[in-house]
């Protein structure tokens, strides 16, 4: 529960500074007609509902196990880390339909000396907040700050494209407009789908250790002649280990069982990602 309070009090912090870079954005692009500043301003309010979805889906996945979810409900996290991805999809998606109208309408957007101070302004923001999840994110063993941390990445390399537009703009290119704006939706685009990649595979138990380590860690417990059939799933901070483990034929159950133990002891202790352990034991022939 302390992980999960802690997780909600920085998407909390983040959600109010993305909703201000927002509005920033988007009031002052339809002021000058920029469909550069217009899109990364839907792009940062985007950022905002997607805190607001972290902030249900932390508390989801922070209730403890129970009979229906033996395993507990941290994919919780998983599936609302989707959904970021699956957002920065829909941001592309009406991106790239405002730059197709830009390119066929007359449109000359107005670039001001308050146009680039704003954007300078958000992208120190951003700039913050991105380093700011992904170091939490870290220390937390959250994927979805993590991903979070990712989607305001993106909207720094947006922020840069929409100042090198109004560059262009000023230099008697208007087309630049539209182009960046394009620009910034492929890049949104590539975020979304590595996220959503990326979670997918948890979805799917891909394996999430180092099994070669875990192999080395069990043979070296005192009794163990060999170890093998070894699986790993879940995610950062949240792994759970199945093996098989060799010992001699003609020890106890009793002896067995606590080689089994001290097996999943030192598993833990030297591989802190690890929850739980089910070990099966083998005679070793």
Not at 28 to 43: E, L, P, V
Not at 145 to 162: F, M, Q
Not at 241 to 248: A, G, K, R, T
């Amino acid at each position: 529960m302390k992980r999960a309070r802690q997780i909600r009090s920085i998407l909390l912090i983040t959600l109010v500074l993305n909703l201000s870079v927002a509005a920033a954005k988007v009031i002052y692009g339809y002021i000058t007609n920029s469909i550069a500043m217009i899109s990364d301003g839907f792009h940062s309010s985007f950022d905002g509902l997607s805190n607001i979805a972290g902030i249900i889906g932390i508390a989801i996945s922070a209730a403890p196990p129970d009979r229906a979810h033996p395993y507990g409900h941290r994919k919780y996290e998983t599936i609302f880390t989707i959904f970021i991805g699956a957002i920065m999809m829909v941001t592309c998606f009406e991106i790239f339909k405002k730059a197709y109208n830009a390119l066929f309408t007359a449109h000359e957007p107005a670039v001001t000396t308050t146009s680039f101070i704003i954007m300078a302004i958000t992208m120190a923001v951003n700039i913050f907040i991105s380093t700011y999840e992904k170091r939490k994110g870290h220390e937390l063993k959250s994927e979805f700050l993590i991903a979070d941390s990712k989607h305001t990445k993106s909207d720094i390399y947006v922020s840069a494209g929409v100042i090198v537009s109004f560059v262009l703009i000023k230099l008697g290119i208007p087309l630049a407009d539209p182009i960046v704006g394009s620009i910034v939706g492929l890049l949104v685009a590539k975020a979304g789908f590595s996220i959503i990649k990326e979670s997918t595979e948890i979805l799917v138990d891909a394996s999430k250790a180092d099994i070669q380590k875990i192999r080395e860690i069990a043979c070296n417990v005192r009794g163990v002649k060999d170890c093998h059939a070894i699986r790993a799933r879940g995610s950062k901070g949240h792994i759970f280990i199945d093996l098989h483990i060799l010992v001699d034929p003609s020890m106890t159950v009793k002896e067995g069982h606590s080689i089994a133990e001290e097996t999943e002891r030192q598993l833990k202790e030297q591989l802190p990602d690890i929850v739980d352990v089910v070990t099966h034991i083998e005679p070793y022939e």
